[in-house]
């Protein structure tokens, strides 16, 4: 299904929609507790990194430094974001790049059908050699055709008569027909026109482009003249046929999708390398990985006494005890 786009006297416009058819998860344990200082019942996991930075670690996690960060999680999370990302890059580059390219259209099809005499000898010549410079340019061979508004007796819409005239004249993908129609009535003058173009015509001749060709035509018609509206709309897309564009606005979007997905990336990655660091170390020190939980010990501001973090009162004098990440805050009964 190819493109069709027209309008009328009233300057309303149809434009169908164009065919373009052949025709986190993380490391280091989910709930683990970890701190940069001790805290009750916390495993020492402090390592070495592979710059030599300690790195103090304090987790809940017992087994944090006993396997790599690479997990079937992680490995699922990045591939998953990768191919997102991915597809929407391809999406909207493709959106932002028009390829352009002349085509091999039927030169024999550049024609010019007029038999309501809309154009004069001379200006049937002159879009003649209008059309030859388009398909020049473009390898794709136009039809004009002109007739009045008898087709209403036949047809439901200006478009599938167009369609109609189209592959009456054998017409293929690579061509164009432009129907004009318009009324005889001196006291009222009023037209119509659809533009029909196969999908092969994409190539050299853009959406945009279309749609520019299209605007151009509904204002050169405002003069009454299919000639003055032909000449206008032509001349003002030479320079974008068969031409390969890109839309430089999408750049500013894809700076920022990158920004966006890279969050993801630093949210799974800097997880992993802490894991990995840790298990390179614990490696290379086992014997770290088999201290017991440590416990942690205050000295009561009332008795003086000694008492294990795990006490919350000091059994010597009733002083109540409050402990928080390894800072010691006493809080004395009423």
């Given at each position: 299904m190819g493109r069709h786009g027209g309008g009328s006297r009233s300057g309303?416009?149809?434009?169908?929609?164009?065919?373009?058819s052949g025709g986190g998860s993380r490391g280091g344990g989910s709930g683990a507790r970890t701190s940069k200082t001790p805290f009750k019942g916390c495993y020492n996991r402090t390592y070495y990194d592979r710059r030599g930075r300690v790195h103090r670690y304090y987790t809940s996690n017992k087994n944090f430094g006993t396997k790599s960060g690479w997990g079937v999680g992680n490995i699922v999370a990045l591939v998953f974001v990768t191919l997102h990302m991915?597809?929407?890059?391809?999406?909207?580059?493709?959106?932002?790049?028009?390829?352009?390219?002349?085509?091999?259209?039927?030169?024999?099809?550049?024609?010019?059908?007029d038999p309501v005499d809309v154009l004069t000898d001379q200006e049937e010549t002159e879009i003649l050699t209008l059309l030859n410079q388009v398909y020049e340019k473009t390898g794709m061979p136009v039809t004009v055709c002109t007739d009045d508004f008898s087709w209403k007796e036949h047809y439901q819409s200006l478009e599938v008569f167009s369609e109609e005239i189209y592959y009456q004249i054998g017409m293929d993908e690579s061509s164009m027909v432009i129907l004009f129609t318009e009324n005889d009535d001196p006291d009222f003058y009023d037209w119509e026109y659809d533009v029909y173009c196969g999908d092969d015509t994409e190539r050299c001749f853009s959406d945009a482009?279309?749609?520019?060709?299209?605007?151009?035509?509904?204002?050169g018609m405002a003069g009454q003249k299919l000639s003055e509206a032909l000449k206008y709309s032509w001349?003002?897309?030479?320079?974008?046929?068969?031409?390969?564009k890109v839309d430089f606005v999408i750049v500013p979007i894809v700076l920022f999708l990158l920004f966006f997905y890279g969050i993801?990336?630093?949210?799974?990655?800097?997880?992993?390398?802490?894991?990995?660091?840790?298990?390179?170390?614990?490696?290379?020190?086992?014997?770290?990985?088999?201290?017991?939980?440590?416990?942690?010990?205050?000295?009561?501001?009332?008795?003086?006494?000694?008492n294990s973090e795990?006490?919350?009162?000091c059994p010597y004098c009733g002083t109540l005890l409050k402990i928080s990440d390894g800072k010691v805050t006493f809080v004395k009964p009423n």
């Open positions: 309303g416009s149809h434009r169908s929609s164009s065919s373009r991915c597809l929407m890059l391809a999406g909207m580059i493709s959106t932002s790049v028009t390829l352009g390219g002349r085509i091999e259209g039927d030169r024999s099809r550049i024609l010019i059908l482009t279309f749609d520019k060709f299209l605007d151009n035509f509904q204002k001349n003002s897309v030479m320079d974008d046929l068969a031409k390969t993801f990336y630093v949210v799974i990655l800097i997880p992993v390398r802490k894991q990995n660091d840790a298990y390179k170390y614990f490696q290379a020190n086992p014997e770290r990985l088999s201290q017991a939980p440590m416990t942690m010990y205050s000295e009561c501001p009332s008795c003086g006494a000694s795990q006490a919350e009162v």
